[in-house]
């Protein structure tokens, strides 16, 4: 009995490419630069943000990863294909990107009843607050990406 044959999972150097003497990460087929942010970093932001917003700020933040997540969809213009491919795709290089593990349920075909189900989330990491299973920023952005992708407002 043979084996199936296992499936290439994608490298970091897939997707960037890193130039040490100009001190530059570019990501493959998009205009302009990446950078790598720590995640203790991002969390003083997220507090810091929580704390100048208050009850504004998970707005804030879902709001913010939306704009991101419309701008990720616009730079990637060069990938080709139907929604459902491009979002399997974006979410692959978000991965990829040590953003966390994604998941898609529901009807990527039409964009319509999705659940993106995250998994170690870079964003939430080092979260002291465990109210809310929610990365706001993560929503906005998966939501500013599938409304880009599918023509949705």
Same mark, same amino acid.
């Given at each position: 009995m043979q084996e199936p044959d296992s499936v290439q999972l994608p490298k970091i150097e897939d997707f960037y490419d890193l130039s040490y003497e100009s001190g530059e990460?570019?990501?493959r087929g998009v205009k302009g630069r990446a950078f790598m942010l720590p995640t203790k970093a991002w969390a003083t932001l997220r507090t810091s943000l929580s704390r100048l917003f208050k009850?504004?700020?998970?707005?804030?933040?879902?709001?913010?990863?939306?704009? #991101? @997540?419309?701008?990720?969809?616009?730079?990637?213009?060069?990938?080709?294909?139907?929604?459902?491919?491009l979002l399997r795709i974006l979410l692959s290089i978000a991965k990829t990107s040590g953003w966390g593990?994604?998941?898609v349920e529901g009807d990527t075909d039409n964009g319509t009843q999705l659940t993106v189900i995250a998994k170690n989330c870079s964003f939430c990491h080092n979260e002291s607050s465990t109210e809310s299973p929610v990365c706001h920023?993560? #929503? @906005?952005?998966?939501?500013?990406m599938v409304d880009y992708l599918y023509g949705k407002p």
């Open positions: 990460i570019h990501l009850e504004n700020a998970v707005q804030f933040m879902s709001h913010a990863g939306y704009a #991101v @997540g419309i701008s990720y969809v616009e730079q990637a213009q060069k990938l080709e294909g139907k929604p459902k491919k593990h994604f998941s920023f993560l #929503v @906005g952005f998966v939501n500013g």
